[in-house]
């Protein structure tokens, strides 16, 4: 992974130049739920997944499966109903999660807009990493990477404030469609 640059120096009139080492062939991916809920306190649910198939492999990515697995971790979890608001990743719109979501009448499913990454708050989640676990650091092997990740999310997921203020970012708000107290 070619590192994140936050900042950097030369001298003047000199580009810096940053040396880093080649391009490996591994590939990590993580998905994350941002979770809120009315006078609750917001919760971050992440799973990175290390790909270790040859790179010829057909998904070097999330599955559906990973992802209904990780809808099942969030419902365990979150002891509640879950109400989906995602991007048009073509996992996403799998036939065979929609089966899983239509089947279970414990999750909902809205897609957000095409091209609105603006509107989805876990981008900001994406952000925030990039600019302080992983700015300005070339991971030695695969086990700095995902450990340097899994400290950045665990950090952001003890944080509620920060959680909120991702979804402040997209101007969304939470709405209910019955009255409280019903």
Known sequence: MTPPTRRTWSKRGHTPVIHVRGRSQRR?????LACYKHDEHSRLIFRPKHHVRPRDAP???????DYRDLLIAAHRQLNGP???VWDNLNVHKDARLQTF???HDWITAYFLPP????????????????RSCQANTAFTDPDHLIN?????LRQLQYRSDIIDSCLATTRLTLTTTHRQGQ
């Open 115 to 130: 091209y609105a990454p603006d509107l989805n708050p876990v981008e900001s989640i994406w952000s925030l990493l990039r």
């Open 148 to 152: 340097a990740l899994r400290r950045g």
């Open 101 to 103: 979501i239509d089947d």
């Open 59 to 65: 998904r070097r990515s999330f599955s559906w499966s």
């Open 28 to 32: 990590f991916s993580t998905a994350a």
């Open 82 to 84: 879950i109400v989906l």
